[in-house]
């Protein structure tokens, strides 16, 4: 197990310098079916197990409440928290809003991507994090389709 945990701090101090690093628990299963979800949308992802993660979020300003399963970062430049579709994240890095450091999905919505289960659904909600620690809804998600 030592040698498990001397690669993740390997990996920590290099980080993705084109890409995204998502930070996560060890373990999570839906934050490894995400980071696939990332990587067949054609982003460069390297995943960093974190045992804090409640110190991370502080970090990037992740409003209490509003805090998802797992940590994005790109280029120590935006964050995206939790569940957030890749097509969302291209759309975001592709046009970055003034005043904004990120999205949001908190929880682990149902049917997000790396939440899929046996084709259940519920619609949820993206938010857009601002410089200022606020946040404001970016898009809704009204089906599976959609991402």
């Known amino acids: 197990m030592i040698g498990f945990f001397t690669v993740a701090v390997a990996n920590e101090a290099r980080g993705s310098a084109s890409g ?78 003034e005043g904004s450091t990120g999205l949001l999905v908190p929880g682990m919505p149902v049917g997000s991507p790396g939440m899929e289960a046996q084709g259940a659904f519920a619609p949820y909600n993206i938010y857009l994090l601002l410089n200022n620690g606020d946040y404001r809804l970016y898009a809704r998600v009204e089906n599976p389709g959609a991402v």
């Open 20 to 97: 995204l690093t998502v930070y996560n628990r060890p373990l999570c299963f839906c934050c490894k079916r995400w980071v696939s979800h990332l990587e067949d949308s054609g982003l460069q992802v390297s995943s960093i197990v974190k045992l804090d993660m409640k110190k991370l979020k502080r970090q990037w300003g992740i409003p209490k409440g509003m805090e998802g399963c797992h940590t994005a970062v790109w280029q120590e430049r935006y964050v995206f928290e939790g569940h957030v579709p890749a097509v969302y994240i291209h759309k975001f890095l592709a046009s970055p809003p």
